[in-house]
């Protein structure tokens, strides 16, 4: 009997890179890359951990692979076919399979409209022959999903919490039933008490629906609660790659390390997931100046070699769906 053959990736990324005008004062010519050279696949049902400090690239990558930013190089392959081709109206059709819900839960819903309206949105969109009894039917069943009532249709955000709006996206998110949610810092804005309701919420509904998940965050605790594999970003690279049990229980790479270092201990065994996240730019030393070519990390990395400075180092495995980006891995420490 043939062993039955591996799911094929929802999602791909290949070599993609972007980059942004240069800041006033810069060279014309000077361009910023906050991507680049980013390859990952994503399957179905799976959850895809994305870490980094703030300023490494992440949200700019979930906005790339959504075409909400232009992209400068490389592929997106949506199911196998290439999304960055899509003309407008093939990438309208299928944005209901690909939804976002954004860091800032007040900002990501219009003030002028109810929630029953926001909610009620994609159905307009994508299914526009259901009647109005229909489409609130299905809004009543999507916020009592996600914790909410009858009680709020009507009502507007100001009148809601933040974990409650967080809610509220995330329910508009998927009434258009989704097969991935990238989720861009979701509770990075939220109460320490309600972040774990939020990833409780999340791990949920991903059980319920099977959808994948991106999920961006710079709280490692809340990564290794829910995700199957991690990415470890800096300055618009991936570091490493590897599945949760080996990322924390053996990391490779110096910047990861560093990462996990400034996670806070807890004085009791095992880890709280939802523990308040260490500053880690604060307990990383700030690199002097910008690289130019060579690896990203060396003005941090103590052990850096010429070899860092000439050359980037490539994304190579070191283990099965274990893989770093470092020269220098033979000079660290096990």
Same mark, same amino acid.
């Given at each position: 009997?043939?062993?039955?053959?591996?799911?094929?990736?929802?999602?791909?990324?290949?070599?993609?890179?972007?980059?942004?005008?240069?800041?006033?004062?810069?060279?014309?010519?000077?361009?910023?890359?906050?991507?680049?050279?980013?390859?990952?696949?994503?399957?179905?049902?799976?959850?895809?951990?994305?870490?980094?400090?703030?300023?490494?690239?992440?949200?700019?990558?979930?906005?790339?692979?959504?075409? !909400?930013?232009?992209?400068?190089? /490389?592929?997106?392959?949506?199911?196998?076919? &290439? %999304?960055? +081709?899509?003309? =407008?109206?093939? *990438?309208?059709?299928?944005?209901?399979?690909?939804?976002?819900?954004?860091?800032?839960?007040?900002?990501?819903?219009?003030?002028?409209?109810?929630?029953?309206?926001?909610?009620?949105?994609?159905?307009?969109?994508?299914?526009?022959?259901?009647?109005?009894?229909?489409?609130?039917?299905?809004?009543?069943?999507?916020?009592?999903?996600?914790?909410?009532?009858?009680?709020?249709?009507?009502?507007?955000?100001?009148?809601?919490?933040?974990?409650?709006?967080?809610?509220?996206?995330?329910?508009?998110?998927?009434?258009?039933?989704?097969?991935?949610?990238?989720?861009?810092?979701?509770?990075?804005? !939220?109460?320490?008490?309600?972040? /774990?309701?939020?990833?409780?919420?999340?791990? &949920? %509904?991903? +059980?319920?629906? =099977?959808?994948? *998940?991106?999920?961006?965050?710079?709280?490692?605790?809340?990564?290794?609660?829910?995700?199957?594999?991690?990415?470890?970003?800096?300055?618009?690279?991936?570091?490493?790659?590897?599945?949760?049990?080996?990322?924390?229980?053996?990391?490779?790479?110096?910047?990861?390390?560093?990462?996990?270092?400034?996670?806070?201990?807890?004085?009791?065994?095992?880890?709280?997931?939802?523990?308040?996240?260490?500053?880690?730019?604060?307990?990383?030393?700030?690199?002097?100046?910008?690289?130019?070519?060579?690896?990203?990390?060396?003005?941090?990395?103590?052990?850096?070699?010429?070899?860092?400075?000439?050359?980037?180092?490539?994304?190579?495995?070191?283990?099965?769906?274990?893989?770093?980006?470092?020269?220098?891995?033979?000079?660290?420490?096990?």
């Amino acid at each position: 009997m043939k062993a039955a053959a591996a799911p094929s990736p929802l999602l791909e990324a290949q070599a993609l890179r972007v980059e942004y005008r240069a800041a006033r004062g810069l060279l014309a010519r000077d361009r910023v890359i906050a991507v680049d050279d980013v390859g990952f696949s994503l399957d179905p049902g799976e959850t895809l951990g994305l870490v980094g400090e703030s300023g490494s690239g992440k949200s700019t990558l979930a906005r790339a692979i959504l075409r !909400l930013v232009p992209v400068a190089g /490389g592929r997106v392959l949506w199911r196998g076919e &290439d %999304l960055l +081709r899509w003309d =407008r109206r093939l *990438l309208r059709e299928q944005r209901r399979g690909m939804q976002i819900v954004f860091q800032d839960p007040f900002a990501s819903l219009d003030p002028r409209m109810t929630v029953v309206e926001t909610i009620e949105e994609p159905l307009r969109i994508f299914e526009p022959a259901l009647g109005r009894r229909e489409r609130h039917a299905r809004v009543l069943g999507m916020l009592e999903r996600v914790g909410l009532g009858a009680g709020a249709m009507h009502r507007y955000p100001h009148e809601f919490s933040g974990g409650q709006c967080q809610r509220i996206g995330i329910a508009r998110a998927m009434m258009s039933e989704p097969q991935l949610l990238v989720c861009d810092e979701p509770v990075s804005a !939220l109460d320490v008490s309600i972040q /774990g309701q939020i990833v409780n919420l999340l791990a &949920d %509904l991903q +059980r319920e629906s =099977r959808i994948a *998940l991106l999920f961006i965050s710079h709280n490692l605790s809340v990564v290794r609660h829910l995700s199957h594999r991690v990415l470890v970003m800096y300055r618009g690279r991936l570091v490493e790659t590897a599945t949760r049990e080996a990322l924390f229980a053996a990391p490779r790479h110096p910047y990861t390390r560093a990462l996990l270092a400034a996670v806070p201990r807890l004085p009791r065994p095992g880890i709280d997931p939802f523990a308040t996240p260490a500053p880690v730019a604060a307990a990383l030393d700030a690199p002097a100046a910008p690289s130019v070519g060579g690896c990203a990390y060396r003005e941090r990395c103590p052990f850096a070699a010429p070899i860092c400075a000439a050359l980037a180092p490539a994304l190579e495995p070191v283990e099965p769906d274990h893989a770093v980006a470092c020269h220098r891995l033979e000079a660290q420490a096990p």
